[in-house]
Structures are given as C-alpha cells and as structure tokens.
C-alpha cells in the first residue's frame, strides 16, 4: 500500500531520501531552502500534477511514474542513474533532463533541454514534441514513434533504434549510429548520417546537403532526396529513391536507383558503386 502525500511543499535538501511506496499529488519541489536531489535513492514512487523547479530530483531511483508534471528550467539534471520510468505528459523543460537510465517510457511530453538522453538503455517516446543539442548521444535500444524534434547533432553514437511517423529538423543526426531504421519519417538537415553503421531508412523524405557519406551497409528504401547534393561520397549504399538529386560523389560501393542526377562526379579510382538513372533520359536534370 503507498502512502499518499499531497498539496505540499518541498524545499530542503534530500526531502524524501531513500523513502519507498509513495504517491506525490499536487507537490511542490521550490522554494528559497534550494535544495537538492529531493527523491534520491527512492523506489516506487508516483507523482501526480506536481511542480519541480529545484535540481537533481529523481537520482538512483527504481520504479518511477511521473504524469501531468512540470520540470522547470531550474530543475536541472532531473533524472539520472534511474530505472523502470515511465512519464506521461510532462513538460521536462531543464538541462540534461535524462541521462544514464534504463527502461524509460515518455508518453505525451513536451522536451526542451540540452544534451537530453545520453547513455541511455531502452528508451521508448511517443506523441512528443523534443527540442534539443546532443539528443540521445550514446543511447542504445531506442523505440520512437510520432515524436517532432528540432535541434542539432541528434543521434550520435547510438545503436539498435527504431523511429517510425517521426520529424526531425537536426543538424548531423546519427553521425556513427549503428544499426538503426527509420520508416515513413521527414528527416531536414545537413550531413545525415555520416559515419554510420547499418542504416536503414524506409519510405521517408530527406532534404539537406551533403547526406550520407562515409556510410557501411546504408540502405534506402523508396525514399525521397531534395536539396541533396555529394551524395552517398565514399558509402556501401544499396538505394531506391523516387526523386533526382542535385549530384552523387564517389559512391564507394553498392547500388543507386534514382530518377536522374544534376551531376556524378567521379575522380577518385576507389569508388566502384553503381548509379542507375531510372527516368527516360528526355527526363534527367542536366
């Protein structure tokens, strides 16, 4: 049986240390005590329209639901080290939100916080809204679905993602992913998916200069490319794309199926990939 606790204020340091089976209703983490890390070590516990706008709240703790909550620009780092978690429309408005946490489920939220999600472990996020640098570095076992970010250098390093009904307006997203695919999503920006191991995109919608270089085992799958110029420069690229781009630079290995091509350029003696124009030629751009 948890114990309820509600219409509240915490403002000290450590309010709640290590306490178990509780349910927060209508809490307040404030005040002018300014203290920090209010639920630390703490394990089954439930918050309910509650207001946090104090630092470190949610550290080392197991079994975790948040809903209808707001996290402050002031409630920085809010969750790290943190297992079973699950957050239903909240808004997580401060610095390094979540870091080093397994199992997390985000429902509904709306995200605004730099470097959000590094080095996380099974992180699934549906029907939010995220604005962010650094989205998601390192993070692994990643499951997204109808989640609209804008922000810059999203996706690095991660590995084993799945992202279907997503947009994402980002800078050089998965630089060095590793076994990641993408369905049905619009993806704008620069330098997509350089370094990258094992991606796949599906029926998505990319635009932006120079996308997917220095890629190994890169497949595209009936996708559509605008504003893409050196494309696929020194990638093993198996593609299907249903638009002409701009240019194609020194594909390294694989296969190209596209309508037409502004300009191939070949001068380096390694590149060995197939570029197949699909359009009658009175078609092709240039």
């Not at 706008?53 to 197991?62: A, S, T």
């Not at 472990?121 to 692994?140: D, K, P, W």
């Not at 609209?148 to 996706?155: A, E, I, P």
Request: proline share 3%; charged share 30%.
């Amino acid at each position: 049986m948890k114990r309820l606790i509600e219409n509240t204020r915490f403002g000290e340091e450590r309010a709640l240390y290590a306490e178990k089976d509780l349910i927060l209703r209508n809490v307040s983490f404030d005040g002018a005590e300014d203290g920090e890390s209010a639920l630390k070590e703490a394990r089954g516990i439930e918050l309910e329209n509650c207001f946090c706008n104090l630092r470190y709240p949610f550290w080392h703790i197991m079994d975790l639901k948040i809903a209808d909550t707001e996290m402050t620009e002031l409630c920085r780092a809010a969750l790290w080290y943190s297992e079973n978690i699950e957050i239903r429309n909240t808004k997580m408005h401060g610095i390094k939100a979540l870091r080093e946490c397994a199992n997390v489920k985000i429902y509904g939220s709306d995200v605004r916080s730099p470097e959000f999600g590094w080095f996380n472990r099974g992180v699934t996020m549906e029907n939010t809204t995220a604005e962010s640098e650094y989205f998601m570095m390192r993070s692994r076992d990643l499951k997204f679905r109808k989640v609209g970010l804008k922000g810059k250098y999203s996706f690095q390093y991660i590995e084993n993602a799945l992202f279907e009904d997503c947009s994402f307006d980002t800078k050089d997203a998965f630089w060095h992913s590793k076994n990641t695919t993408v369905k049905n999503s619009l993806i704008r920006g620069e330098y997509l998916g350089w370094y990258s191991e094992n991606l796949t995109l599906i029926d998505c919608v990319i635009t932006g200069t120079q996308p997917l270089c220095y890629c190994k085992g890169l497949k595209l799958v009936n996708c559509k490319m605008y504003d893409a110029d050196l494309c696929f420069e020194k990638s093993e690229t198996e593609a299907t794309l249903l638009t002409p781009v701009i240019s194609i630079k020194n594909p390294y290995r694989g296969r190209i199926y596209v309508p037409a091509a502004g300009e191939i350029i070949r001068d380096d003696p390694a590149s060995d990939g197939e570029i197949i124009l699909t359009a009658p030629s009175e078609q092709r751009a240039g």
